[in-house]
Structure formats: C-alpha cells, structure tokens
C-alpha cells in the first residue's frame, strides 16, 4: 500500500470500493485536472448509465485489466479518512463476513460522510457543567426551568441542546443563560476535557492487583485478556488505571459497551479519573456529531472513546488497548444489514494494530471461555467484591399448584414487604411487556395469534387492546371465542403491565416504578424513573431486559426473578448459556451497597439440574459442565456455525430455493447442512422465514463454501428470494 502510495503521481488508474455487492472494488480513470485521491479517501463516481456513488478509495495502481474506464466526477478528501489499519480491519471483517468490501466500508462510515457532497460538518455545541449543584441551587433560585436544564446535564452531560428538547423548547437558549452566570461550559465536539483527575485513594485488591500486572506485561503486543469478575469486583477500576496508563504513552483507548443507555455511566465513572479527552459515540448523535467524533479521533485529538458496537470501526491515530465492557452481550452482534459481532472484530482489530485487547464480564461467553481454557487468552479472575459484601442469597420459589396474586406468590409477597419494611428497594424482573401473556379459551383451547406472525397475542390492559409484539399490529379484544363462541376467553400469565398492578394494589403506600418500552419511552421518562428510585425509598422497580444490564441501583436488597421457565423448552442450544448469563447479572444487582441481597426466582421447575449446578456451584463450573456437553455434541464453541437465512411470501418457493442451496453445499462432506427448516418463528410480518443450518469442524472450509455459495449463479432465484448469511449466529431464530 505504501508503494501504490508512492507512485499516486503516475498511476492513472483509482481502485474505488463502492456499496455495491458485486465486487471488491471498481477501477476509474483520473483526469489530469483532477489530483490523485488519497488511500482511504473519499471520491465520487459515475456508476451505470445516470447514477453518481460516493466510493472510497482503496487501491492507485498503474493498469486496469478493463480497457475503458469511467473517469472520477470528483475528490472528496484531500487526506485520507480511513486510515490503513482501520482499512485492513474492514478488509477481514467483509472477506469473514461474506460481503463485498465496499458494503463492509459503508456499514462501518457514519451517515454523514456518505452523502455525494463534501461540506464542512457542523459545529454544534455540547454543554457540559463546571459548577457544583449548591452553587447553581443558589443562583438559580428564581429560574426553575434552567435549574431543571442544569440538573439534568449534570446527570447525563455532556448533551447537544437539541437533546434536551424534552425539558424545555428553548433548551438552546436556556444554555446560553447558564454559560453567561458561568454554571456551564460548551465545547465543539461530543468530549469533555478534564483535568481534574480524582483520586480515590484505595489500594487494589490482591485479584486486581494480579490482573493488571497480567495486562501490563502485554503493553505495546498482541494479546487477549479476558477479565472475569463478579459484579462489584472492580473491572472499571483496572480499565482506569489501564487507560491512564495509555494517556501517558500518548496513546488512545477505545471502550466498547453493549447499549447507548450504558454510554453516559461509564463516561462519568472514566471521565472523572483521567486528565485527557473523552468522546462519546453512538447511534443516537447527530450524523455530524459522529463524524466529527471520528475526524478527532483520527487526528489524536481525543483519548478515550466509549462506544457502543459500530465505534469498533473508528480509526484512531495511536490507539493503544481495546476494552470490551460485558462482553457476552449479545447486542454486540449486529442483528441487520451485516451481522458482524463487534466484540470478535474488537480482538481481530487489537491483533492488526499489535494492542492488547481486554473483554470484561461477570459472565464471560462460552466463545470466550473456551479460548481462555486453551490458552489463547489470558484469564484473569476477579473473584471477590471490593467492599466485601456477600454475594446475595438465593431462593428458589415453586409455582407449580400455588395461587399466584398477579403473577407473584403469598411467599414473594411477603418477602417484598419485609424489604420495604426494612426501608430498602426492590426489583422485579421479567421478559414480557403488557398485561398477559396470552388470551385463550377455556372451552376449546383456541388461542389467540397474529395474522402475520407466529405467535400469540398480548393483552395491554390500559390500551385494551391485543397486540403483537415482534410487528406491532394491535387486534380488538373479542367477546366471544372466534372459534366455538364461548365467552369463557381469559388473559393467562402475566406481564410487566400485569405485576405492576398487583404490587399496587398491595403496596399501596409505596411507589412502584415501571421500566419497559410501553412505559419508557423517552429519556425525560427514564429520568423520571430514575429519580423515584435514586430518592432512597422505599420502592418497586418493575422492568423487563432493559433493567438487566449494567445499571447501578446501589439500594436493592432483593429482586424477584419471574418467568424464566420458557428457556427450559427452547430449541436453542444457547438458551441456558443465556438464561445463566442473566439470572447471574440480573442478581448481581442486589446487594451492592452495604446490605446484604436476596434474589427470588419464581419456577415451575426449582428442582431442574440447571439450578443445581448453576447456583450450588458458581457460573464459571456451570459453564464448564455446559462446555463439556457441547464439545460431546459437536456444537459451537467447538465447531463452526452459519445460518442461511432466507424469507419470502411463498413457503413453498422458499423451501424449493433453499433445497438447490442446500444441495450445492452438501458437496462438501466437511460440512453438515441441516434444513430447509421452518425458523422458530415461521412467520413475521407476512413472510414465512426458513433456513439451513450449517455446521463444520473446518472454519475455512466452511467459509470457502459459503463463499462459492454467494458467488455462484446457477441457482434460480427469479422470485427475489430475500436471503443472507449469518456467520457466527447467537440465536437461531
Ligand atoms: P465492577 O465493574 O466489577 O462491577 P466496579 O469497578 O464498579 O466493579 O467496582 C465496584 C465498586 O468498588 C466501585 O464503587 C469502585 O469505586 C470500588 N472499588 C474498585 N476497586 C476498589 C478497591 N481496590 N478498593 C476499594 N474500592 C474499590
Ligand atoms: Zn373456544
Ligand atoms: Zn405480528
């Protein structure tokens, strides 16, 4: 690349990756008026008879195999915006994820530098506060609204104005006046600048003092850590001092985080230990916002970047380590368009820029487990809390044959109160939103389904209506059964709108705060939850999946696990990884603070072997077992999966086209194809969904025949037959 770089003045001939799933790249011809285009840059190209495409260059070479080339229409960037690491990454990532480079680079550059001009970005200001909140209590005594402003940027700043709309709509205006009485401070990108770095003081832990001599020792090389802690053990703790250490060295870190929600914590937690310059990137900035995170961060002008999955494509000047924060979250897979999983880019982009890279979690993947008992990676244990509190206790609470009051037991019902009693707080916990889980008839058995889907319709009581919930179509309620006319048509199990309710009705002097995506639907609404629970008292959280992950509720002493039995039916082989996963964090969260925790998990099944060996023994022997059992099923970690998914409004023709897929790879004897199989959920939003499940000893091999799968022409596919690859699936529906 350097040689090709080198000869720029000589060669004619542009080598323009494009979003187009055909090719690598296209070659092009350079006018003379025109100066060579960087590596890396951006130009814009004639494509088919009347089409303009903005194309990046990835390739100056001397000769085309084509005679006759389309000339350049123009160049976009003087100086290259992807830099040659960060092309290389993108290379791998499109050959591994089977797409052409072109279509890799466009998922991975942000909207605004996809757009055919080539303007400035937009300078817009990031208020973020300098003063103590006594301070502005006192000067803002007489103006509500912009304390309102104040409080609220002190919580989640640094925020463009725009995102504070929800208060108030002169929330641009509002900062101004705060900047003028010195409350708070602006700045031109997404970063705050800090350098003010708090010590807190402590020593580390023997665990973490371990570990991070562990990571040290790789600084500057290639190597996977896998930091694997219990919640509360102080993970962010040794990313501090990590980072830290990289500042000193002049070099960037990147932190990865599974969801936007979870962006400002570790921002502040970070941002408040570190003399340098942070940046947050995520899916809900402006287009600008992020391009403007990206040109910094090309150029050093910022340290430290947290992000959510599409930042592992950032390019960076001198980056210097990689965290990967929870990473057995499965958002880190992207679930459309290409479904590449940013954690495995992560430790692929740490090998192509020779950095340590560093995957965090209480509960580590089987992937990443598996890689740590081979010794591939680096396993660093943290096994015991930092202020010494006892892991939280557990009780498992059969339901089967007991009266449940809104889907809780007198048992749990009364666990909850003693809680409160106590002056402490409680979650519930449950995956499903809306009041029931199903409507059925007691006389027939009929239950009621969408139109468009495979699956059961659920009761919102405050809307009364029925509702799907994978395509939102909403349905009236029926009077009588449509299929025998009995009226005898009852709600059965409960949902969060249904729990929410009950505690009500029991605890009626306590505020019971739901979080799901019927009730939580913008950020002033989170926030309004929060506050109830960041008062102090007493109080029930209810919420679904939203609530698992990383959020710090430091005043739960107990949670309520509900509804967790489907897992035990699922034809996922990963559903007990998950519900592990899940049951350890979402217990994690009781008992941080001085209190000691207790978790409740109501189950049909109390006396299933997977409570045993998951809660008698600890996560990682649990794992072990389950590793054990899938290396003897020959299934992934142990073997190499693919999915080929494929919908379409006619099953039959589906079926018929998979079949010709299916039989071409069935050549190949290292590979085993099973399928064509209906998906899980057969059917959504009007499409039957099948697929062919691959699974092989060889990953090359492997990738090799699906390869030849995408490239060969031969099968009939007239029907515009919607279907991709998935390499590595994490679910299989
Ligand atoms: P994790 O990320 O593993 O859940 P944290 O890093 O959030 O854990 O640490 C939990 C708490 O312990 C935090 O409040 C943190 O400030 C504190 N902490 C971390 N390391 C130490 C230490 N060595 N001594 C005392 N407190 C610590
Ligand atoms: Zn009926
Ligand atoms: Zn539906």
């Known amino acids: 690349m350097i040689q090709a770089m080198q000869e720029t003045t000589h060669s004619q001939v542009v080598q323009v ?16 008026d025109l100066t060579a285009p960087p590596i890396g840059g951006r130009v ?14 990835v390739g100056l070479v001397a000769e085309s195999e084509f005679k006759t ?25 499109a050959k591994y994820y089977q797409v052409s480079f072109g279509e890799m680079i466009f998922t991975a550059l942000p909207a605004w530098f996809r757009k055919t001009n080539n303007r400035p970005i937009p300078i817009h200001y990031w208020w973020q506060v300098v003063a103590d909140l006594e301070v502005a209590q006192t000067a ?24 504070m709309s929800h208060i108030s709509s002169t929330a641009a205006q509002i900062c101004r006046q705060l900047q003028d009485k010195a409350l708070i401070t602006s700045t031109e990108v997404c970063f705050v600048e800090t350098d003010q770095a708090f010590d807190p003081g402590f020593k580390l832990t023997a665990d973490q003092d371990r570990a991070l001599k562990q990571i040290q020792k790789s600084k500057d090389q290639f190597e996977v850590h896998l930091l694997d802690g219990i919640t509360g053990s102080g993970k962010t703790e040794i990313y501090i001092r990590l980072i830290n250490e990289l500042l000193e060295k002049q070099q960037q870190a990147l932190v990865l985080v599974p969801e936007i929600g979870l962006t400002p914590q570790l921002f502040q937690e970070i941002s408040q230990r570190i003399n340098g310059q942070m940046a947050i990137l995520h899916s809900g900035l402006s287009d600008g916002a992020r391009a403007r995170v990206w040109h910094h961060a090309a150029r050093g002008l910022v340290d430290v970047v947290v992000s959510t999955r599409s930042g592992i494509f950032t390019p960076f000047k001198n980056l210097g380590s990689i965290l990967v924060d929870e990473e057995h979250d499965l958002s880190y897979k992207q679930q459309e368009g290409i479904r590449y999983s940013a954690r495995d880019l992560a430790v692929l982009r740490a090998k192509i820029e020779q950095v340590p890279v560093i995957l965090g979690s209480a509960t580590p993947s089987f992937e990443t487990l598996n890689h740590a008992n081979n010794g591939r990676y680096q396993w660093l244990k943290l096994r015991s809390r930092t202020n010494h509190n006892p892991m939280p206790s557990l009780r498992l609470q059969n339901t089967q044959s007991k009266q449940l009051v809104k889907g809780l ?14 002056g402490h707080q409680v979650l519930v916990f449950l995956n499903r939103r809306g009041w029931s889980q199903k409507l059925i008839c007691h006389e027939c058995g009929w239950v009621a389904e969408c139109d468009d889907c495979d699956a059961y319709l659920t009761y919102h009581k405050h809307l009364d209506l029925l509702k799907c919930h994978h395509c939102e179509r909403r349905y009236s309620l029926p009077e009588f059964c449509p299929s025998c006319g009995s009226q005898a048509v009852e709600t059965m199990g409960a949902g969060t709108e249904k729990i929410a309710a009950g505690l009500m009705e029991q605890f009626a002097e306590t505020a019971v705060v739901r979080f799901d995506r019927d009730s939580v639907k913008t950020p002033a609404q989170w926030q309004k939850n929060l506050e109830t629970v960041r008062s102090g008292k007493p109080c029930v959280i209810v919420g679904t999946q939203m609530l698992s992950k990383g959020h710090d509720f430091p005043l739960l002493s107990l949670v309520v696990v509900v509804n967790v039995d489907n897992s035990f039916f699922s034809a996922d082989f990963r559903a007990t990884e998950y ?14 603070a001085k209190t000691k925790g207790e978790v409740i998990i109501q189950t049909q099944f109390p006396e299933h072997e997977f409570f045993q060996s998951l809660f008698q023994e600890n996560y990682e022997s649990f794992a072990q077992q389950q590793l054990t059992e899938r290396a003897e099923m020959r299934f992934p970690p142990y073997t190499y999966m693919a999915i080929v ?33 209906p998906a899980p959920m057969q059917k959504r939003q009007k499409l039957f969904r099948m697929q062919l499940i691959l699974n092989s000893n060889d990953r090359k091999g492997l990738h090799q025949t699906l390869h030849l799968l995408k490239t060969q022409k031969t099968v009939e596919n007239k029907h515009h037959i919607q279907w991709f690859v998935d390499i590595d699936p994490v679910s299989l529906d």
């Open 17 to 32: 990756a494009l979003k187009v799933p055909f090719a690598a790249h296209l070659d092009y011809s350079l006018n003379h």
């Open 409 to 422: 037991t007198q048992q749990t019902l009364s666990t909850i109160e003693s809680h409160l009693a106590d």
């Open 44 to 57: 814009l190209v004639p494509l088919g008879k009347n089409k303009q495409l903005v194309g990046v260059v």
């Open 645 to 677: 998914r494929g919908q379409f409004r006619d099953e039959r023709l589906l079926d018929q086209f998979l079949q010709q897929l299916a039989d071409g790879l069935e050549q190949n004897q290292d590979i085993s194809v099973l399928g064509p199989l």
């Open 140 to 163: 803002l005594k007489v103006a509500p609204k912009q304390l309102e402003v104040f409080e609220y940027l002190m919580l989640h700043g640094p925020l463009q104005s725009k995102a």
């Open 69 to 93: 080339l389309k000339p350049i229409i123009a160049v976009l960037d003087t100086e290259p915006l992807l830099n040659a690491t960060t092309l290389q990454l993108l290379r791998l990532a």
């Open 579 to 592: 519900l592990a996963q899940l049951l350890v964090q979402v217990s994690g969260r009781a008992g941080r």
